[in-house]
């Protein structure tokens, strides 16, 4: 993948923004591409079609064997659950990202820097059907029948290619869908995975209380992770002071090794809490 971080090192300045954690710390993110979401988006889709052949010639075996049109029904529902499920339920995932996205370096966040939710990724994903499903769907369907003619091809034509080309046209390379959710794709950041983080150390580890712990959850401990990836001495100094103010906790003026530490006993709660059937999406939770 070490093409993939120079890439994202030689990203134009245009592309760049500021993006705030939980404690204020900016991590200045890079924006995936036009180029680098079409790629994604055609990665996506040849694995949604591959998905749809398979299951086609499942229920066309179905249906042969039952003799029953019914199953052309389950055919039309299932395409439509398919590639609408496909995005957001990988995007609501930890990972923020469907397999294009994964390939390409890219991922799905909030704007305001908050956890994406559920309901931003649906909004940003239910977008898509009216952007180029619904009218390419009416067009094929309509092409079966006889029934398109030329002006009818156009305007489905044009009215795609006017969303398809949307990001071109504004600075945060956004879709209409991108808009409605407040979201931006980004370039995801290539570090060292978080079990590297955690690996034993020459040292004896500070221990911390359940109330120290208990102020973050899932999202802020990713948040944690990428400010220890990054390196920033600025940031890692701004969220240890943050996390020793609000822990009522010393300054023992070791603000990499106590940020290491918080993140491994972090780790350590939230995976002994998954394991009793507890989960914290975020320390509002």
């Not at 995932?93 to 991922?107: C, D, H, I, N, Y």
């Not at 690996?199 to 109330?211: H, N």
């Amino acid at each position: 993948m070490a093409w993939l971080r120079r890439k994202a090192r030689k990203t134009p300045l245009s592309l760049r923004r500021s993006f705030v954690t939980p404690e204020g710390v900016d991590l200045r993110i890079e924006l995936g591409s036009a180029g680098e979401r079409a790629g994604a988006f055609v990665i996506d889709l040849l694995a949604i079609l591959v998905v749809l052949i398979v299951a086609t010639i499942a229920i066309a075996y179905l249906a042969w064997a039952s003799h029953q049109g019914a199953f052309a029904v389950l055919w039309l529902l299932g395409f439509f659950v398919l590639r609408n499920g496909w995005f957001a339920l990988f995007e609501l995932s930890g990972s923020g990202a469907t397999p294009g996205k994964r390939l390409v370096g890219l991922r799905v966040v909030a704007r305001d820097g908050a956890r994406l939710t559920g309901g931003a990724v649906i909004a940003r994903n239910a977008m898509r059907e009216i952007e180029l499903f619904l009218p390419l769907s009416f067009l094929g369907s309509q092409a079966v029948h006889g029934w398109a003619d030329s002006a009818l091809t156009l305007f489905a034509l044009g009215w795609s290619g006017i969303f398809l080309f949307f990001p071109l046209f504004n600075r945060d390379r956004l879709r209409v869908g991108d808009l409605l959710a407040g979201t931006w794709v980004v370039h995801t950041v290539r570090g060292k995975l978080g079990s590297d983080l955690v690996v034993p150390v020459e040292r004896e580890r500070r221990v911390f209380s359940e109330a120290a712990l208990g102020l973050y959850g899932v999202y802020e401990l990713q948040m944690l992770e990428e400010v220890l990836r990054g390196g920033s001495e600025e940031a890692i100094v701004t969220v240890a002071a943050t996390i020793r103010r609000k822990a009522g906790l010393p300054d023992d003026h070791d603000d990499r090794g106590f940020l290491t530490d918080y993140y491994a006993a972090l780790c350590g709660r939230l995976e002994r809490g998954l394991l009793v059937g507890r989960r914290r999406a975020d320390k509002f939770a």
